[in-house]
C-alpha cells in the first residue's frame, strides 16, 4: 500500500517537474506613457458630421480635428493575406495628428500617393519592411501600394488588430464609395490648445452628427428628422476617448505573461500522453495487483480501485490544471494540441480507474 502511495506520488511530481520546468509566469511592466508621449491627439471622437470639423476648429481650446474613415478590408503581402483596420485621412497632412505620426516610426517613412503605412502587427503578420509591395482591397477595388514605413502598434484598435493608415486620394474615394452610399466619417482625432476646457466642452456637447447621415438615406423626411432629433439628445460622453487619461493611466499598469522557456515542452508533453497510455493499459487490460486490490463483500469479491489509482487521480489532477492554467495563454498551436491529448487521456485513466469492476 505504501509503495503503492509513494509511487503515484512520485510519478504526479515528475509530470509536474516536466512542465514547471518548460513553462514561467511574470509580471512584465507594461507602462505605456511612453507611446502617448510621443503622439499629438488629445482626444478621439465618433463619427462626426462633414460639417463638425470646422465648428469644432472655430473653438479657442482646439487646434486641430483630423476626421478619418475606418473600415476592415482586406492586405495582400509577401504572400500572406489577412483583415486589417484600415484608416484612411484626407490628406498627407494629417497624418502627423493620428496613431502613425513619423514621431511613432520604427523603419521608413510617411506615405505619399499610391503608399501605406502600416503597424508593427500588420508587419509582423505579413513578415514586411518598409518598401514591399502589397495590395488592398477597398470594396471591390483592388489597390497596388508600396509599404512607406513602419510604425508601433496601434493602442487606439484591438491589441490584436493589425491596422494601417492611407489618405483620400482620388481612387480610394472611388473605392469608399463602392463600398456603401451611407459613407460617413467614423471618427476624429483631435488636438487641443487647453484639454480640460476642450475635455468639458466634448462631454457636454459633443453629438456624432456623422451617424445622421444625408437625407437621401432615408424614406422620408419625417425618418431623417426622427434620427436627428436622436442623436441631438443622445450621450455620446462614455465613447469620447480621453488620450491623456490613458497615459496617466497607463503609467501604473502592469500584466503577467506566459511563456514556454524551450520548444522541449512538445516533447515533454508527448511523455506525459505516453504515460497515461500505459496507465490506461495496465488498468483495463494487465489488470495487475499493482492497479487494484480485491475486497471480501459478504458473499460476493469486488475488485476496486486502489490506493495508486486514488493517488494518480489527485496527481493527475493536479498536472492537468496546470496544464489547463497555460492552455490558452502563448503556447503554439502544437503544444495547445497536445495538450488537448493529455487532458483526453487523462479522463479515459479517470474514468476506468472509478470503476468497481465485478469478478
Known sequence: MKINIIFALVLGYVLYAINSNFLSVKAVSTNETPYYEQISIDYIVPSPGYGQKAELEAMPFIDKVIPYYFTAQTFLCNGENFDIGLH?????????????????????????????????????????????????????AKMSMRISGIVQPNKFTSRKKP?????????????????TKYLAYSGAYIKAKDAIQTGEYLEKKYKAKGEIGDISWYEDKTEYEHKKKSIENADFSREITDVNHLKSKAA??????????SKNILYAVLIEVCLYFFAWIGLIYLRSPFFRKRINSGVKTKTVISEFSLGEFICCALNCGLMFSFYYSLFPKEVKILISANVICFLIVLKKSFAIIKK
Open 252 to 261: 501604473s499598469s502592469y500584466s503577467e505573461t506566459t511563456k514556454y522557456n
Open 88 to 140: 484612411i485621412v484626407e490628406t498627407d497632412a494629417d497624418i502627423n495628428n493620428t496613431p502613425f505620426a513619423e514621431s511613432l516610426l520604427i523603419e521608413g517613412s510617411l506615405p505619399k500617393e499610391n503608399e501605406i503605412i502600416i503597424d508593427y502587427r500588420t508587419a509582423k503578420a505579413a513578415k514586411a519592411k518598409a518598401g514591399d509591395n502589397a495590395e488592398v482591397y477597398i470594396g471591390n
Open 163 to 179: 491596422s494601417a493608415l492611407i489618405y483620400n486620394t482620388k481612387d480610394v474615394k472611388k473605392g469608399l464609395h463602392n463600398l
